[in-house]
């Protein structure tokens, strides 16, 4: 069966710092992958989606960026991290098939400060 | 992707149905009908999904009306477990772009003694 995992589980991190977040999918090969976010009190917003090494596309203009090095992971970065970059953020992933379901990862919970 | 209404919240007493209704009225022929729910500080769970026939698991039920405008998440003997914001999001069935999922606000579930 597949699994996904993303971690840390939570952070704290100073304003200006640097931000990486990691996803790894198991069990499925050539998975579309997703990264959300999910201010509190809001709704999840799409930031990152990839279907494939190296593709990636951006959804809204902001202070992250996406890599996917290898098939099965995906990482959300960072260079300086601000206060509004706070939140919830989730990782996903699908099949390439038609019709595919997302499924999610637990999250990560950051905090700026 | 078509737009969802949801009601911002309902109430249902443990071990009576949940119904959740969903109004999709523009939606398109090739979009489905998904369904997530999302528990405090978790990642959101699929629950179902459905094109235009009713669907069923073990889970919840899924009842699409013939016009496909809207559609009721039945949870059959709900749980305080079952407490939780739950989404209905309309998608394209096509796969790589396409396989966007695009939150609302959801209703947030109330289960009570």
Redesign the interface.
Known sequence: SQTIHQWPATLVQPVGSPLSLECTVEGTSNP?L?W?RQAAGR????LF?S?GIGQI?S?VPQNLSASRPQDRQFILSSKKLLLSDSG?Y?C?W?S????????????S?LTVV | DAKTTQPPSMDCAEGRAANLPCNHSTISGNEYVYWYRQIHSQGPQYIIHGLKNNETNEMASLIITEDRKSSTLILPHATLRDTAVYYCISRPGASGTASKLTFGTGTRLQVTL
């Not at chain 1, 709704?43 to 799409?46: D, E």
């Not at chain 1, 390439?96 to 999250?107: H, K, M, Q, R, V």
């Open positions: 579309n997703y959300y709704g999840l917003q799409l989606y279907v596309s959804e919830f989730l996903a699908s390439s098939a038609p019709g595919n379901t997302i499924y999610f990862g637990e999250g919970w």
